[in-house]
């Protein structure tokens, strides 16, 4: 007995190779890379199944991580995934630009040299004052981008009851 999953399909088109799974949207297109022997994946219709080739609990986890895998990428190709980041200062009057594919701080906490934090391919960046607004097709690349954000700008040793300054998550994907 082998265990199954089920996705829904209808809305996007997918075509499954012998190593990866393509899903172009009204959004973009989206690969997902195959790495598991074990793993058959068929297409019908309206229905993608995902069927691991016996019960036990390691097969049946990664079935059920490519189901999941597989949804975040219709619904990032019908509609991008979005996190909204905002700038907070109290001690010096810090500013983000974006330059050659990478986000800048100037004058964090006082500092000289701006922080850079690269922007990876595929995701979409604005600035609108202290706000920063990301979004993408790629739900673990938006993600991935806010909290690397949100960590490479905040105070090291200083206490955070009196320096309140950073970047900080608003809107997870």
């Given at each position: 007995m082998s265990t199954k999953f089920k996705v829904n399909i209808s809305g996007a088109d997918i075509s499954v190779g012998k190593d990866s799974?393509?899903?172009k949207g009204k959004e973009g297109e989206a690969t997902l890379q195959l790495k598991y022997p074990f793993i058959h994946i068929t297409k019908t219709?309206?229905?993608l199944l995902i069927e691991a080739e016996t019960d036990n609990g390691y097969q049946k986890a990664i079935a059920g991580t490519l189901a999941a895998d597989i949804k975040n990428m219709l619904s990032g190709v019908s509609e991008k995934y979005t996190a909204e980041l905002e700038l907070v200062y109290m001690?010096?009057?810090a500013s983000i630009k974006?330059?050659?594919?990478k986000l800048i701080v100037e004058n964090?906490?006082?500092e000289r040299k701006p922080r850079e934090i690269p922007i990876p391919k595929g995701v979409e960046v604005k600035v609108t004052g202290t706000k920063i607004n990301i979004s993408?097709?790629?739900k673990y690349?938006?993600?991935q981008l806010a909290g690397t954000i949100e960590s490479k700008i905040q105070i090291?040793?200083?206490d955070r009851r009196v320096f309140k300054d950073g970047i900080f998550i608003t809107k997870k994907p």
């Open positions: 799974i393509t899903v219709d309206n229905t001690h010096f009057p974006i330059s050659n594919d964090f906490v006082g993408g097709i790629d690349t938006v993600g090291k040793n200083k």
